[in-house]
């Protein structure tokens, strides 16, 4: 078993960092001490409401941590880890975060950004702002409601495992600011679909998940450029 010892007993921190070095070599204990705590919430909170069918806690650390970390490296660079509070310079917003993934992760590794997650059942929204609370994120929020609600835009966009893929992505692009990201934790044979959905996108070439065969996180990128005033 790759997880718990028992179910009430923590990981170790070097067993996480050991299942997270494919994905994030050299994570920081502080940084592994967070998700440790996340773990936990995920885990009891999961026993009576149904946030992950993955239920061995080891394989959530590679599934779920491991693959959001992942993208996190691809998306923001180096882990910006927590320093003097300053002005967020990135606005992320995880369309159908679910249990957190990859929003949160993202989030513990670049702590500057600003965090929204857009969950519209109720249930999964209450575990997100328990999220926020017990792990103390500044600059995070929970809108509860559809997307196409939440009348806001960011930078940076994720969708990891949502319904109604096509009509989601669509919409989802909607929400990118001017030369914003949207970034897709997808199988490999949803990646033409996913450009048909948004071929107003230009995309990276998709980069392959450690330790899997057929996920890949695909970036597509807003060719509008941000606003600059005249000078």
């Known amino acids: 078993m790759l997880g718990l010892a028992s179910q009430g007993t923590p990981m170790e921190l070097t067993r996480i960092g050991e299942l997270l070095g494919p994905f994030a070599p050299g994570v920081p204990l502080q ?8 773990l936990d919430l ?9 946030l ?52 949160v992760p993202i989030k513990l590794f670049a702590p500057q950004c600003k965090l929204t997650l857009v969950e519209s059942q109720n249930k999964k929204a209450t575990f997100l702002r328990e999220v926020i609370r017990s792990l103390d994120l500044s600059n995070a ?25 096509g009509q989601v992505l669509a919409m989802s692009t909607r929400l990118l600011a001017p030369g914003g990201r949207l970034a897709l934790l997808i ?23 450690p330790g899997s065969t057929q996920r890949v996180l695909a970036v597509g990128r807003s060719q509008a450029q941000p606003y600059r005033p005249p000078i």
């Open 42 to 50: 995920l885990l009891r909170w999961n026993a009576r409401t149904n």
């Open 141 to 165: 929020e929970v809108f509860c409601g559809r997307a196409e609600h939440w009348g806001d835009t960011a930078e940076l966009v994720t969708l990891r495992a949502v319904e109604r893929f």
């Open 52 to 103: 992950t069918a993955v239920r061995d806690p080891g394989q959530i650390v590679i599934r779920h941590f491991g693959e959001s970390l992942f993208a996190a490296r691809v998306l923001v660079g180096e882990a910006m880890l927590p320093g003097p509070p300053s002005q967020a310079t990135l606005h992320l917003a995880d369309i159908g975060s679910g249990a957190g993934f990859p929003g």
């Open 31 to 38: 940084l592994l001490a967070q998700i440790r705590l996340y």
């Open 187 to 209: 199988g490999e044979d949803q990646l033409i679909r996913a450009r048909e959905n948004a071929p107003a996108l230009v995309w990276d070439d998709p980069y392959p998940i």
